[in-house]
């Protein structure tokens, strides 16, 4: 601490040294946010940075593993005596599991924001009357407020960023193996951009609702409700429709059967879209890093096909073995398969588009916190 | 320079008037006790006047003009608020360096020596202090803010008697060093004398009473006489309260301020004067909600005399 000398003359009367400090810093402030949510600040940081830790740890064993099944061949290889051992060395590369399970570890990010650091930050000074104190010191509150929160969404921000950017390196080689492709509704939202988005909607949203609720408690279970469903209706739908995808399965038994469900037959089959919604890869033919929205088969007179011709095709497709199969007898026979796809250049518009709708949903909130913050009363 | 003027202040909270139409003009160096029932309007007007509140109706300025609650305000009005809040799980330490991260005027030679000198441990939680303590660290921050207004809201209710001795003590000393106006709330009846020269009453809401101690008290005094010559006191005197028994009956009374250049202490046959305390005073209007004591020429309500059967 450095010691203060009595300043110039304090006012009208003269008669008393002033103590002036010169005006405030954002050091000064910072101090004080920093004390007052440190405990919370290092809590988040102890479980973001353990998912950092297993994420490198992943990725490296991943990465170097799957050179070597490149360097082998052994990729969609069935050879078990050659590639059987490389396999092995990392089962975790087996599956789709761990690219699924990053997802979700990723989706508690912005929920565990929004309620440690955001509801309480405000709720908890309402709650212990402690805003009589920090709003009756030489300090607006409405400074008080906003550097605050300014200083603690940077850092959750940049530290979602940085988690984002990590779990894309460390799926990456899911993709060429599995398909696992970015646009996937769980992937799509936890990377760099999406989840820098959502946690720093988490947390102004966890402040607003502690400014209006005055509850620390209370605060902290309505923004983890709020942020799980807006989490789970963007995860179901609003991605659906951000990217054009909509899901059409059990309506039509072509779709059904193209994606896999048994058909029955009674159910009239009358277009032959295939709802794909999946990336591009060793399952779906399509352009590399697409998002395959729709895939549909032509006759030999290019028109789309409908109804019994739809039909008779199915039936033809029961007789090929592999997809090279069914291929070249669709070649043979002057039929087509199309596919509509989002092309992977549009890959980081859409990623921008989430990510600003989020921006703004979070500078409406701050927003709406500095105003409550203005107008409510101690 | 009024330290403190309200003029016709409201506030309401939901359909409830906390504050109505207070109009408040306090002097500066004084050490002003706001006193009044609970419900009164005490917290209301302090939150008012440090701007945590915004009114309903009229307006409210401190220090000669100053918008309560601005910035200009905040840095010359120090607040120490009912059950003194801190943070209570940051060492004292720690607490007084967030005060004077918060604050431009900040005097941390005063704030560490007061400390000390009150043996208050810097690494101790503030949760684990005694209420007396905690109260004298939020007492130690206000002043090392080095304010022109200092406003507590019943700064004594959570001390014990050792406690209030010690803070008011403290606090007399401040204000003998510096100068600085005061306004505190309080409860306690009994220790206003010594520490208030400036006396606010209020009632539901309203101001009862309003004034500078010293002429309060020489205003006002006690009548004994006979229960049933009531009326003869009236002709000199306003009576605030009566308490009358099978044949004597005592008055607080107020002297009609017409009536001072013929009064010269003569008071009515049969009668006797005594001097008020400040206690009795006050204790008097908060029994009498409807009788009023402003400065200037502000009528004097009659209150109703109360029966009191031995």
Known sequence: MTALTPGAARSADGTRGGWFRPPQSLASLAWVTWRQHRAAIIGLAVLYGGLAVIMVWAALQGHANYTALIRDRCIGSTQLVRCGPLLGDFPWLMNTTYPIAVAMALHIVPLLTGMFLGAPVLAREFEQGTVRFAWTQGTSRTRWAVVQLTLLAIPVTAAAAALGALAAWSVRPFGPMWGVSLWRSGQFDATAVTLAGWTLFAFSLGTTVGVALRRTVPAMAVTAASLAGLLGVTYWKLNDLLLGSRPRIGRDPAIALQAGFPVSDSGPVRILDAMLNEGAGPMNPGPAGSLLLRGWYTGPDGHRLIGASADRLLSASQHTTSAGQWSSWLTRHHYAFWVSYQPPGRYWIFQSIEGGALLVLTLLLGAATIWLVRHRRA | ?310
């Open chain 2, 1 to 310: 320079m009024n330290v403190l003027e309200a003029s016709g202040l409201g506030k309401r909270y939901r359909r409830a008037w906390a504050l109505r139409e207070c109009t408040l003009a306090i002097p500066p160096g004084r050490v002003t006790a706001l006193v009044g029932p609970n419900g009164a309007g005490k917290t209301t007007l302090m939150h008012l006047a440090v701007g945590l509140n915004n009114p309903t109706s009229g307006t409210v300025r401190v220090l000669g003009g100053l918008r309560a609650g601005s910035l200009e305000a905040l840095n010359r009005v120090a607040f120490v608020a009912q059950d003194a809040p801190l943070y209570k799980n940051l060492p004292v330490g720690d607490m007084v360096h967030l005060a004077r991260n918060l604050n431009r005027r900040w005097d941390q030679q005063r704030a560490a020596s007061r400390l000390a000198t009150l043996k208050i441990p810097l690494g101790r939680k503030v949760g684990k202090l005694s209420g007396g303590q905690q109260a004298q660290v939020a007492l130690t921050i206000a002043i090392a803010r080095r304010p022109d207004l200092l406003i507590l809201d019943e700064p004594l209710a959570p001390l014990d008697p050792l406690a209030r001795h010690e803070f008011l003590a403290s606090l007399m000393e401040t204000v003998a060093e510096d100068g600085i106006s005061v306004l505190f709330s309080s409860h306690v009846i009994s220790e206003l004398e010594r520490i208030a020269d400036y006396l606010v009453v209020l009632a539901d809401g309203r101001v009862q009473v309003a004034g500078d101690v010293e002429e309060l008290l020489a205003g006002h005094c006690v009548l004994t006489g006979p229960a049933g010559q009531i009326e003869d006191a009236g002709a000199w005197f306003d009576i605030v309260h009566c308490r009358r028994g099978q044949s004597q009956a005592h008055l607080l009374a107020r002297l009609r301020p017409a009536a001072y250049p013929e009064f010269a202490g003569n008071v009515p046959n049969g009668w006797q004067a005594s001097p008020v305390t400040l206690e009795e005073l006050v204790l008097a209007y908060l029994r009498e909600p409807g009788a009023t004591a402003l400065p200037g020429p502000a009528p004097l309500g009659r209150g109703p005399v109360t029966e009191v059967t031995a």
